[in-house]
């Protein structure tokens, strides 16, 4: 399994390197940053893998747009995620326009990359994350297809959190692994999900406002809004919201409210070390021993053991 890119058309090396097979890694895992510094073009590049699993987060400034040469030999799913700036693939004779990839937008690619032109246009930041088929069907038990190809989709609002999380964590070693590994199942399921998603019944304007109320309960998490409140807020009547929220998501209003609550939570008891009383009022809890019952409830664990520890 190997990746190389290359300057276009001189084929010039940037960056190779060959990997053991399906990622196996000799530690927890494995990561490397690196720094290309060109005329033209400034790299930045950080790839962590483990078994079965490639995360690449890279960052290309350029003055006047640039050509790159990038071929693989690795049998994947590839998530593209474009957080900045514009990418244009083509064939590897750039004679044949493939795709464009803006800013905020994804793309699942299937199978054998093989070779690529990647053309940056100016500045570009993305994430891309590989799986490899055994890891896929390990973790599924179904093949590749059952994920559906999005061109140019939009990034949802929840894998614009799931992104943000990925970069923001602090952890290290085994923890970082099983961290990763954990979002990564997020992920997964999030696309299976989004695939077999019986949303026949809800109109594109229908989505995009019960989207907006799913921003506005993650962005009142002290003061939640009732369901009534929330159907007003977005321009949705109640009933829509209500199974169209959980048609869309896998949650019901309030089950999706409890869980960001208890997610956070858990952040600020552990990585934080706030105080239980703290973490209450900040995430919505008037009664400290209301939000005790409900974190033991979802963690199996007293939140004032998790400080501690």
């Given at each position: 399994m190997k990746i190389r890119l290359s300057e276009y058309p001189s084929r010039n090396t940037i960056f190779h390197h060959s990997y053991t097979n399906n990622?196996?890694?000799?530690?927890?895992?494995?990561e490397i940053d690196h720094e290309v510094q060109e005329d033209r073009y400034h790299i930045l590049w950080n790839e962590q893998w483990f078994d079965g699993i490639h995360i690449s987060a890279v960052e290309i400034t350029t003055a006047k747009g640039v050509d790159f040469y990038y071929e693989s030999s690795i049998e994947r799913i590839g998530f593209f995620f474009c957080l900045n700036g514009k990418i244009n693939l083509y064939d590897a004779s750039k004679t044949n326009h493939l795709l464009s990839i803006h800013q905020n937008k994804q793309y699942i690619s299937i199978g054998q990359p093989g070779t690529l032109v990647i053309n940056v246009v100016e500045n570009a930041t993305y994430i891309y994350i590989q799986l490899t088929e055994s890891y896929f069907k390990k973790i599924t038990n179904r093949e590749f297809t059952h994920l559906a190809k999005f061109e140019q989709d939009g990034i949802?609002?929840?894998i614009n959190l799931w992104l943000k999380s990925l970069s923001s964590h602090r952890y290290h070693g085994r923890m970082k692994r099983i961290f990763l590994?954990?979002?990564?199942?997020?992920?997964?399921?999030?696309y299976l999900h989004k695939r077999n998603v019986p949303s026949l019944f809800l109109k594109e304007d229908?989505?995009?406002k019960i989207m907006l109320a799913k921003q506005l309960v993650e962005n009142n998490l002290q003061r939640p809004s009732s369901l009534i409140e929330l159907s007003r807020q977005a321009g949705i009547n109640d009933f829509k919201?209500?199974?169209?929220?959980?048609?869309?998501?896998g949650h019901t209003v309030f089950g999706y409210l409890y869980k960001l609550r208890m997610e956070k939570a858990h952040y600020l008891l552990l990585q934080e070390k706030k105080t239980v009383n703290e973490v209450a009022f900040l995430v919505g809890y008037k009664n400290a021993q209301h939000f005790i019952t409900a974190f033991k409830k979802k963690y199996e664990i007293s939140p004032g053991s998790l400080n501690k520890n």
């Open positions: 990622f196996e890694a000799i530690a927890d895992l494995e949802a609002p929840e590994e954990s979002k990564i199942f997020e992920l997964i399921i999030f229908d989505v995009r919201l209500k199974k169209g929220f959980k048609a869309l998501t």
